[in-house]
């Protein structure tokens, strides 16, 4: 409604619609109430971020709600770099200085490195390159950008939060593409931290469509993608079998024929809400004996009439060999509700006789070696792949996933096979 009848307007108008940021933010733009001392704002490329940290910092200046009930004197603007706090935070698209009317702009004075606006409030410039550079001063206010890519992370942000003095309730919020650094980790449990999340995807009116759409067509569900894009922290055990850059590089956007086909099934112990998932995976194995992960369907509070059905619906639609099922939760009564919804589908039964991290350890070697491949992305399974260690994974869960995955290539790779038969795709 508003756009269209902006052109109706007269300038001086429609230059504060225009401006009004409470009309044209999203929620997670919104800063949280009530106001808690750090405002983390997560996001992909692209997600508004600097738009967020700069009207924060300009409501706080100007004492404007929802963000101050009076102005804050003194603020901090720390940045990675000199020119990334000039060029994005200051001077950007969507930076300080684009976002006032002409009448509240304040006034940027480089060689001072100082914002001042008309009211008497002054932002000042400070770089994480130089922690000792927020020794001294004091602020109401601050705000960080690109956190999770600062050089000195730690020392710069503890001179930050001892200058962070100056009120009754000196606030500071902070944007950043999230990478798993200690600090970001830790900001996402404290109770004092309020945090916000965006995908670059949820800013897609004010980005170019083909920009969009190239971006998510070749990095949507990776690694890369999922971090840059959906604003998620994605990590990896330091002594899991598998690492991201390993799974990265067995990419495929197409597969060849392939000689056999399996779908692997990792029973739950119990059909509860509560209990582990029955993991549900689709592999085959081609002419040259390259293994490729095809599908993740593991299912989650399924009963075993429910799984069963699943496991023999993706036998039936991937023209499968045969039904790898992990027969340790049950025995013989897992392979009998399979024959219950069809009793002409081939049962593979496997009997774990070994841990699960022992069992894992040939077909991890088997992506060393570079002999599977990932038709496309499998950001559940993966992050399974790269969390299991030793011990298992950090969370305590039985990784179903992972399981059903090492029975399928173990059966289809590892294990003696009969001679194959090449069918297309």
Known sequence: MIPRILPELEPALAEVLLECWPLWSRDDQKPPAPPKPVWLVLGGRGAGKTRTGAEWVKGMALGV?????????????????QSQVRDVMIEGVSGLLSIHTRWERPDWLPSL???????????????????????????????????????????CWDMLQFGLRLGDHPRQVVTTTPRPVPLVKRLLVEPHVAVSRARTQDNRYNLAAEFLRTVTQTYGGTRLGRQELDGEIVEESPDALWTRAMIEATREQRHPPLARIVVAV?????????????????????????????E????????????AQKAVALYRRHEADALVVEVNQGGEMVESIIREVDAGVPVVSVRATRGKYLRAEP????????????????????????????????????????????WA???????????????GI
Request: aromatic residues 6%.
């Open 266 to 294: 990792d029973p739950p112990a119990t059909s509860s809400q509560r209990a582990d998932r029955c993991g549900l995976i689709v592999a085959g194995i081609d002419g040259d004996g390259l293994g490729h992960m095809l």
């Open 65 to 81: 709600a929802p963000f101050a009930e009076a102005p804050t004197e003194r603020i901090a603007l720390v940045g990675e770099t």
């Open 113 to 155: 490195r100082q914002l001042r606006w008309p009211n008497g409030a002054i932002a000042q410039v400070f770089t994480a390159e130089d922690p000792e550079g927020l020794r001294g001063p004091q602020f109401g206010a601050a705000w960080s950008d690109e956190l999770a890519k600062w050089p000195n992370l730690q020392e």
């Open 409 to 423: 290539l173990t059966h289809l790779m590892l294990a003696p096979k009969p001679r194959p038969r090449v069918r």
């Open 363 to 406: 077909v991890a070697a088997l992506y060393a070696q570079g002999r599977v491949r990932h038709a496309g992305t499998f950001p559940e399974l993966e992050d399974e792949m790269c969390a299991f260690g030793p011990k298992g994974l950090e969370t305590g869960r039985s990784p179903d996933r992972l399981d059903a995955l090492v």
């Open 296 to 307: 993740d369907a593991t299912l989650a509070g399924a009963r075993p009439q429910e799984w």
